[in-house]
Nanobody, 120 residues
Framework: VPLQAFGGGLVQPGGSLRLSCTASGSIVRINAMGWYRQAPGKQRELVATITSGGSTNYVDSVKGRFTISRDNNKNTVYLQMNSLKPEDTAVYYC???????????????WGQGTLVTVSS
């Protein structure tokens, strides 16, 4: 099940970006979806997650600035990022817990990553 992430780019401090990630293919159901990021020289960290019912969770450093949402009809998760800071610079990866067709199990899928650079 491919996950395609879009929306990264270069933005000035204080600016905004919206990331999107769509799961395609034959899918029965998607449980949690989320965004992670990996800055140069650092480990990948959780940014935000959202359950199929819409419950959200954020890392403390983005609370009040980032908003995660999803469109279940489109199998898409979004990350609206406002008031961006240089320390938000990272490659952002989407993640989803998906049950593919012809399977009773859920599997962890990752998108290819999209680079967000916050710099003046």
């Amino acid at each position: 099940v491919p996950l395609q992430a879009f929306g990264g780019g270069l933005v000035q401090p204080g600016g905004s970006l919206r990331l999107s990630c769509t799961a395609s293919g034959s899918i029965v159901r998607i449980n949690a979806m989320g965004w992670y990021r990996q800055a140069p020289g650092k480990q990948r960290e959780l940014v935000a997650t959202i359950t199929s019912g819409g419950s959200t969770n954020y890392v403390d450093s983005v609370k009040g600035r980032f908003t995660i949402s999803r469109d279940n009809n489109k199998n898409t998760v979004y990350l609206q990022m406002n008031s961006l800071k240089p320390e938000d610079t990272a490659v952002y990866y989407c993640n989803a817990d998906i049950r593919p067709i012809r399977s009773l199990n859920y599997y962890d899928y990752w998108g290819q990553g999209t680079l967000v650079t916050v710099s003046s």
